[in-house]
T-cell receptor, first 112, second 114 residues
């Protein structure tokens, strides 16, 4: 079964609004990563947050990590129609990307 | 190109036939992964190669699935006697380069078993 579970499963917002997606996991991790997938094809790495970090920013992306609650959130600010995609969290227990465990994803739709 | 490539991009086959899916990794990446993604679902780990070490086959769903990586570079995923439930997108990813913790994905092969 997937360790990372995202919620919501689907999110629809208006362009310009912020989008928040959450991820929960079950075991200890070295780092947690967020990926984006367009149209059911390849995934693109967005951001990585290590277990000793609590918050990280990259452009319009903000990721938080709460290891005590085993949860993470991805915030996309000032969303654009081009942000429409599926977003997956992936946990890395080993620290060497030996095996990432992916969640089932959040489908984000940004309406123009 | 500089990214991971996969071929074919789409494959339609009849139940019972064998199929081979190919992955060309990023040069210098020592790790190579195969995942399966069913429609609307997350990624299911299949197999992992790291350098010359024995592959981690723990995710292969049955003995109809096998994979090899020749010379530490190109990898082939083979599905024998395909079944309709094998229909999915098969994604290859590589890692172990400068961005050590990140995986770089190919565009996938969409397999349809009729």
């Amino acid at each position: 079964s997937q360790q990372g579970e995202e919620d919501p499963q689907a999110l629809s917002i208006q362009e310009g609004e912020n989008a928040t997606m959450n991820c929960s996991y079950k075991t200890s991790i070295n780092n947690l990563q967020w990926y984006r997938q367009n149209s059911g094809r390849g995934l693109v790495h967005l951001i990585l947050i290590r277990s000793n970090e609590r918050e990280k920013h990259s452009g319009r992306l903000r990721v938080t990590l709460d290891t005590s609650k085993k949860s993470s959130s991805l915030l996309i600010t000032a969303s654009r129609a081009a942000d429409t995609a599926s977003y997956f969290c992936a946990t890395d227990a080993s620290g060497s990307a030996r095996q990432l465990t992916f969640g089932s994803g959040t489908q984000l739709t940004v309406l123009p | 190109g500089a990214g991971v490539s996969q071929s074919p991009s789409n494959k339609v086959t009849e139940k019972g036939k064998d199929v081979e899916l190919r992955c060309d990794p990023i040069s210098g990446h020592t790790a190579l992964y195969w995942y399966r993604q069913s429609l609307g679902q997350g990624l299911e780990f299949l197999i992992y190669f790291q350098g010359n070490s024995a592959p981690d086959k723990s995710g292969l769903p049955s003995d109809r699935f096998s994979a090899e990586r020749t010379g530490g570079s190109v990898s082939t995923l083979t599905i024998q006697r395909t079944q309709q439930e094998d229909s999915a997108v098969y994604l290859c990813a590589t890692g172990g380069g400068k961005s050590y913790n990140e995986q770089f994905f190919g565009p996938g092969t969409r397999l349809t078993v009729l």
